[in-house]
């Protein structure tokens, strides 16, 4: 059966720098991954490469089963979507707007929106909780509000995969809940194959499948949280004293209990 997404033997990197080698994984329909590893680890770098934003140095990505360097421009708008760092700045656009951004791949040249591309951007701005400020200046909202319109526009793309660079960051408490929890429900309703790198750790068991540590220049450890998250594997992947992980770890899980709660 074909996987949503597919990393083979992938090499990522800038220019002929090798950052990160033979790096292999499968994420299916309807699951949630977590990519994490310390600041300048390569989590973005993966990431931009897997959404062609930089050019993939060695292997393979599979996209529906089918070798994303044979697919064009429009085919892989259809399969994947994404959510970076990077602010976009557009110029007198509503959220309304914006978001109806993500239905390009669909429409015509002139880019008409069809009855069931204005469905889908209704049904993706009520899901995100942004109803109440569909008709303002998208430039003249909060960092959360704007982080929910952008999750909007990736969410009308209608497509298999969803990437998403650090969501959270920057982010309230309440914002940071209200991304997860969408994120969360999105996945399970629209059967959406998610990878998304996170900094909080804390919110990695609520909402992971399964979770990618980088360490060095390679994928260090994958697992479920509870094999990934431990006080050795902490220690490795963000360059810690010895010992010092355990006693995160501890504070960690007990914090992510609260987390859960919360999002269910």
Avoid at 188 to 199: G, P, Q, T
């Amino acid at each position: 059966m074909d996987k949503s997404i597919q990393l083979s033997d992938l090499k990522v990197g800038y220019g002929q720098i090798v950052v990160l080698n033979n790096i292999e994984f499968t994420i299916a329909p309807g699951e949630i991954v977590c990519l994490i590893g310390a600041n300048g680890s390569g989590k973005s770098t993966v990431l931009k490469t897997i959404t062609g934003q930089l050019k993939k140095l060695g292997g393979i990505v599979y996209l529906n089963g089918n070798d994303k360097s044979t697919m064009s421009e429009a085919e892989v708008a259809k399969v994947v979507s994404m959510v970076m760092t990077e602010k976009i700045h557009p110029e007198l656009m509503t959220c309304f707007e914006v978001v109806a951004t993500g239905r390009y791949p669909y429409t015509n040249r002139l880019g008409f929106l069809g009855e069931n591309d204005k469905a889908a951007i209704l049904e993706a701005i009520d899901m995100v909780g942004a109803t109440p400020i569909i008709d303002k200046d998208f430039s003249k909202i909060s960092d959360g509000q704007r982080q929910r319109i952008m999750l909007a526009r990736a969410i009308c793309q209608d497509a298999g995969v969803m990437i998403l660079d650090e969501p959270t960051s920057f982010l309230d408490l309440q914002y940071k809940l209200d991304i997860i929890s969408v994120i969360k429900k999105m996945a399970r309703i629209k059967k959406v194959a998610v990878l998304m790198s996170i900094h909080e750790l804390e919110f990695v068991p609520a909402v992971a499948d399964k979770v990618i540590g980088i360490a060095g220049d390679e994928v260090y450890v994958l697992g479920t949280p509870k094999e990934v998250l431990t006080g050795d594997n902490l220690e490795k992947m963000y360059n810690m004293s010895s010992g010092t992980g355990d006693e995160l770890c501890q504070g960690l899980w007990e914090y992510s209990k609260s987390i859960a709660k919360l999002l269910n």
